[in-house]
């Protein structure tokens, strides 16, 4: 592995965003026998953010959004235009993630293992922690309990470790699975693509590996927005439920639909509660 092409989306976060970017060059330089590109979609920021990447790192290619790509829809647009040239594998990241130093050698390390032990290149994840209480944030997860879409994320324990689904803060994708299952899908919004991409992976028998040692640090900072729910009028619930960045409904069902079609009518059901009887959804949520 030598070639890498990193992808990243933004909107209005231009000192996240450069942050994250200072960080990341800092870990290329801890390993200078990658060759790195950069690829960040800025999905109509008015904060300069685009700009200010111009100027600090104009090694970075800046593709323009089109305003209303979200998360799914920028990271898609970043992977589509590094198709266009030959890499050994691609990272997503996210641009309110600093990276680790280390973090290209754990992931050699990650890809040495996955070749030898497992015979086959994979996709590897790394965990996230939070800056100020080192809990951690985003990474790989096991399932708990599948028809509920219950999991735990599995804290790095200075081991590789196995897991059956993925954030994409920190994930890198070897070539040769892009050439086995492709890139990110369409249909995605904001959240989840991610989740069906690394589920996608393991129902190909793909290695999902998380790296032994945290791989940078991401802060947690998507309000419980059950916490005000049943305050809110019945017109705002209901564009919350299909709202992007509240509880994009459209996307988390195409993940169900696709890969949990069990429950569709569960989430159906829970999706009328959630707008017409928003107390009784949270104290059953509770329950369990």
């Given at each position: 592995?030598?070639?890498?092409?990193?992808?990243?989306?933004?909107?209005?976060?231009?000192?996240?965003?450069?942050?994250?970017?200072?960080?990341?060059?800092?870990?290329?330089?801890?390993?200078?026998?990658?060759?790195?590109?950069?690829?960040?979609?800025?999905?109509?920021?008015?904060?300069?953010?685009?700009?200010?990447?111009?100027?600090?790192?104009?090694?970075?290619?800046?593709?323009?959004?089109?305003?209303?790509?979200?998360?799914?829809?920028?990271?898609?647009?970043?992977?589509?235009?590094?198709?266009?040239?030959?890499?050994?594998?691609?990272?997503?990241?996210?641009?309110?993630?600093?990276?680790?130093?280390?973090?290209?050698?754990?992931?050699?390390?990650?890809?040495?293992?996955?070749?030898?032990?497992?015979?086959?290149?994979?996709?590897?994840?790394?965990?996230?922690?939070?800056?100020?209480?080192?809990?951690?944030?985003?990474?790989?997860?096991?399932?708990?309990?599948?028809?509920?879409?219950?999991?735990?994320?599995?804290?790095?324990?200075?081991?590789?470790?196995?897991?059956?689904?993925?954030?994409?803060?920190?994930?890198?994708?070897?070539?040769?699975?892009?050439?086995?299952?492709?890139?990110?899908?369409?249909?995605?919004?904001?959240?989840?693509?991610?989740?069906?991409?690394?589920?996608?992976?393991?129902?190909?028998?793909?290695?999902?590996?998380?790296?032994?040692?945290?791989?940078?640090?991401?802060?947690?900072?998507?309000?419980?927005?059950?916490?005000?729910?049943p305050d809110r009028s019945f017109k705002e619930r209901f564009k919350l439920l299909n709202s992007?960045?509240?509880?994009?409904?459209?996307?988390?069902?195409?993940?169900?639909?696709?890969?949990?079609?069990?429950?569709?009518?569960?989430?159906?059901?829970?999706?009328?509660?959630?707008?017409?009887?928003?107390?009784?959804?949270?104290?059953?949520?509770?329950?369990?």
């Amino acid at each position: 592995m030598k070639q890498i092409a990193v992808l990243l989306t933004c909107f209005n976060r231009k000192d996240k965003t450069i942050s994250a970017l200072n960080h990341l060059q800092s870990a290329l330089y801890k390993c200078p026998q990658l060759s790195i590109s950069i690829y960040l979609t800025d999905d109509g920021s008015t904060d300069g953010t685009g700009e200010a990447v111009k100027e600090k790192f104009p090694e970075v290619k800046v593709l323009q959004g089109t305003g209303d790509l979200f998360w799914a829809g920028g990271m898609l647009n970043s992977w589509e235009e590094a198709l266009k040239k030959p890499y050994d594998a691609f990272l997503l990241l996210n641009d309110d993630t600093n990276v680790k130093e280390d973090l290209f050698n754990h992931i050699l390390q990650t890809h040495q293992y996955s070749l030898k032990d497992l015979g086959a290149p994979g996709i590897y994840i790394g965990s996230t922690k939070d800056e100020k209480s080192g809990s951690l944030t985003y990474g790989g997860a096991v399932f708990t309990n599948r028809f509920m879409f219950k999991f735990h994320f599995l804290p790095p324990n200075g081991q590789i470790q196995s897991c059956e689904l993925g954030n994409a803060n920190i994930m890198l994708v070897t070539s040769e699975v892009v050439s086995k299952i492709g890139i990110l899908a369409n249909g995605y919004r904001h959240g989840v693509a991610d989740y069906d991409y690394t589920l996608r992976a393991l129902k190909e028998k793909i290695p999902l590996l998380v790296l032994p040692e945290y791989a940078g640090t991401c802060a947690h900072d998507h309000d419980n927005i059950y916490d005000t729910f049943p305050d809110r009028s019945f017109k705002e619930r209901f564009k919350l439920l299909n709202s992007p960045l509240g509880l994009d409904f459209s996307s988390n069902f195409l993940l169900m639909r696709k890969h949990f079609p069990i429950r569709v009518p569960f989430v159906l059901f829970a999706a009328i509660l959630k707008v017409i009887y928003p107390k009784l959804y949270i104290k059953s949520r509770v329950k369990n």
